[in-house]
């Protein structure tokens, strides 16, 4: 049976460099952060709404996207992305389903492959289809990689 490494262990546990390279800590021991985007309850977003979640630091790699809502966002799409790329992160996807259960919805595995970003980014919401109303508690958690 043939036996492959993991692309953040070649050249760290595979044997092919003397000495060995040491794993990057920003991926491997990484530790882990959050952070938490809460609607304002009195807010309205509309569709073609950018809402900001947050900052990306250079050498930070988003390992987790979850929502969170009490109410179903019945036909709105939500991307997660940054300006000139609001599918980044999350391409537009419908929430159907609230019952207060914080479910996953990302990252792509694209976005896991490329590692930490080079340059600060500022992390959106943005709402493709439809619109969330006043009242509607949600929260989407972005959760980080770094070396802390």
């Known amino acids: 049976m043939a036996r492959f490494y993991a692309a953040q262990q070649i050249g760290v546990l595979d044997g092919t460099k003397i000495p060995a390279d040491r794993a990057n800590g920003q991926v491997v021991g990484a530790k882990k952060s959050i952070i938490l985007a809460?609607?304002?309850a009195a807010?309205?977003?509309a569709a073609g709404d950018d809402i900001v979640l947050g900052e990306l630091r250079p050498g930070e790699v988003i390992t987790g996207i979850?929502?969170?809502s009490d109410t179903t966002l019945g036909t709105?799409?939500?991307e997660i992305g940054i300006a000139g790329n609001t599918g980044k992160y999350v391409a537009a996807r419908t929430f159907t389903t609230p019952l207060d259960a914080?479910?996953?919805i990302g990252p792509k595995a694209s976005v896991l492959a490329a590692g930490p970003v080079a340059a600060k980014e500022t992390i959106l919401a943005t709402l493709a289809v439809g619109g969330i109303a006043a009242g509607?508690?949600?929260t989407i958690e972005l959760e980080i990689a770094s070396v802390k």
Do not use: D, G, Q
Request: net charge positive; proline share 11%; charged share 10%.
């Open 76 to 78: 709105t799409t939500v």
């Open 66 to 68: 979850r929502i969170c």
């Open 136 to 138: 509607v508690n949600v």
């Open 43 to 45: 807010a309205v977003y």
């Open 38 to 40: 809460t609607k304002p």
């Open 102 to 104: 914080p479910t996953s």
